[in-house]
């Protein structure tokens, strides 16, 4: 889109896994790097569907980064040495979830009120030094300037790259990004910054790194999952859109378990964000259908009116 700027897939819980990711891939494309949602510890152990959703195998022909969630080293160990055994060479680590059972234990977004947490992470990361990491972070929990409780993270580990969403925690995903504060932190970050918040079209994407060329890049997570097309605008046709939800809809089928009423939460669930303007009278359909075979209905109507 802009030459020597990455586009970067952000990581949605209950959304982007493998799945969706490797369809996407195959649909659309227009994706440096797909980052996988949050791993995390639960009763000492790292949870399997975390496992399974970074498996290499699961994610056939696509560049991935894992994401860790872990507010005590120990947790961080752990996730690390899992994901170096599978191979990989980059880890993401989750400082912006604004999630508020997570953030207000320290996890996430909540860590950036809590500096000695932060340096902690410093030694773990040392012990992987042929990995590359990355943070992906908020302005602040409550306060816009905790942002700056990374930086000294960032002078004495071997961070990649950092991902800023301009959003405070507690904002959650509500008002408008503080877009304003980009250039002070492309100023005192030393690493290569990339661009979150309310990235929403191709158009704005290349007004942001127009007007801020020391930026790397962005990374596009609502807006991308809303509309999959959204970095390849050719494709935005039912045919390609019916394409993705096929090839989602088979391989949740296989990789499902728990029967229809699974899958059909499953695909009801994406159904809450994606394509939100399309025929209203299909998507409550969709919305309501009680069986694979109403929801069946419902898609091919609103695909093949």
């Known amino acids: 889109m802009i030459e020597n700027k990455v586009i970067l897939s952000a990581p949605i819980q209950g959304w982007t896994d493998h799945v969706w990711r490797t369809a996407h891939a195959q649909v659309f494309g227009g994706v440096d790097a797909y980052y996988a949602p949050f791993m995390r510890v639960e ?40 994901v170096a055994d599978m191979g990989y060479d980059e880890v993401d680590i989750n400082l912006g979830c604004p999630h508020p059972p997570v953030a207000r234990k320290g996890y996430g977004a909540g860590m950036l009120a809590r500096p000695d947490d932060l340096l902690q992470l410093t030694e773990v990361l040392s012990h992987y030094p042929t990995v590359r990491f990355s943070l992906k972070l908020r302005l602040g929990w409550d306060d816009a300037s905790q942002w700056r409780n990374v930086l000294p993270l960032l002078a004495n580990a071997h961070i990649d790259h950092v991902v800023m969403h301009y959003r405070l925690g507690v904002q959650q995903y509500k008002g408008e990004a503080m877009l304003e504060c980009i250039d002070e932190t ?27 060329p020391r930026a790397a890049g962005v990374m596009v997570g609502r807006a991308l999952v809303a509309a999959p097309a959204l970095l390849c605008p050719e494709c935005a046709t039912m045919a390609h859109y019916s394409d993705f939800h096929d090839r989602l809809y088979e391989q949740y089928r296989q990789e499902l378990t728990g029967g229809d009423h699974q899958i059909l939460n499953k695909m009801q669930s994406l159904w809450e964000r994606m394509l939100p303007d399309a025929a209203p009278r299909a998507r409550k359909a969709i919305r309501k259908a009680t069986s694979l075979a109403r929801y069946e209905q419902a898609v091919a109507q609103l695909f093949n009116p």
């Open 43 to 82: 009763h000492g152990t790292i949870r399997r569907r975390d496992l399974r959703d970074i498996q290499p195998e699961n994610n056939p022909d696509i560049h991935v980064v894992p994401q860790v969630l872990a507010c005590k080293a120990s947790d961080m160990e752990q996730m690390l040495q899992a």
């Open 186 to 212: 492309l100023e005192a970050i030393g690493c290569p910054v990339i661009l979150n918040g309310d990235i929403d079209s191709p158009e704005q994407i290349k007004a942001l790194l127009t007007r801020h």
